[in-house]
């Protein structure tokens, strides 16, 4: 029988536990025993968490869009679980629907912002805290559109591919330490993603045909998508198995079949088949 991930993480930071893969994260960790300061903007949202799991659960309010005191927020919890935490999960995050030509620049700024800078720091401020034991585990969630870029969703693609990127850094700048990265691409799951989405405030106010039929094929795909538990059980054995580098999750389709035959198509040729994928 396999030991439970408390005896490797007793402690863990995740980042957007209110709904969808956070939640499923934290349920997963608190499951296994670790001690989770979890985290969100409106402690009502944690309230469930912190009263079924009263000894293990510390809610954590903290808004990306809010660096200096994202940081200190995550500052003030390492000190509570012991100066450093074994395992972050960088999760948070946000979806924007639009035109990138159509919608003002600042809307893109702030998602960049938010999922890119904040994200950022708090690694930053983990992984000298980490350091200093030469010892944990820094899991940045990504996306498959890292390898698949979703359409009218530009703001979300970047932030991802430079997470990926970063943690691509990190694999060498922690290579023979005690340290380990994690780059998780999750692929579409049954969550609220879409129903949070931010809509581009400047689109026009008829949506255009394209933007209509790519908006449908991703509420079909996460129709038909595994729940979010999927993911959290992904995670768990990357973590078990003390994984350093990328893991993907999500239907055999996007996870592993799509991934390994883009290697040998041209580009161009990728390109249109993900255009028919989204009905464009």
């Not at 999922?115 to 969630?141: D, E, S, Y």
């Amino acid at each position: 029988m396999s030991r439970p991930l408390s005896e490797l993480y007793a402690t863990a930071f995740v980042t957007g536990t209110s709904a969808g893969l956070g939640r499923a994260f934290a349920e997963m960790l608190l499951a296994e025993g670790v001690r989770v300061w979890g985290t969100a903007r409106d402690a009502g949202r944690l309230t469930d968490l912190a009263s079924r799991y009263p000894a293990l659960f510390t809610p954590v309010i903290l808004d990306l869009a809010v660096p200096a005191a994202a940081e200190t927020a995550f500052e003030r919890a390492a000190n509570t679980a012991g100066g450093a935490f074994d395992l972050v999960v960088n999760n948070a995050g946000y979806g924007v629907f639009g035109e990138f030509d159509a919608t003002d620049f600042s809307v893109w700024q702030t998602q960049l912002d938010t999922m890119i800078g904040t994200t950022l720091r708090l690694a930053h401020a983990a992984l000298r805290r980490m350091r200093r034991k030469n010892a944990g585990c820094l899991v940045n969630v990504s996306s498959l559109a890292v390898e698949f870029p979703l359409p009218f969703m530009s703001g979300y693609n970047v932030a991802k591919a430079a997470l990926s990127a970063f943690s691509e850094s990190l694999w060498i700048e922690t290579r023979g330490t005690g340290i380990s990265v994690i780059d998780f691409r999750p692929g579409d799951f049954r969550t609220d993603f879409n129903q949070s989405m931010q809509a581009a405030s400047s689109s026009p106010p008829l949506p255009s045909a394209r933007t209509q039929r790519a908006w449908q094929a991703l509420e079909n795909h996460l129709r038909g998508a595994p729940p979010a538990a999927r993911a959290a059980a992904d995670l768990k054995r990357a973590l078990r198995l003390r994984r350093h580098g990328t893991v993907r999750s999500g239907m055999v389709f996007q996870a592993a079949i799509a991934p390994f035959f883009a290697r040998f198509l041209p580009a161009a040729l990728r390109r249109a088949v993900s255009a028919r994928y989204f009905g464009l």
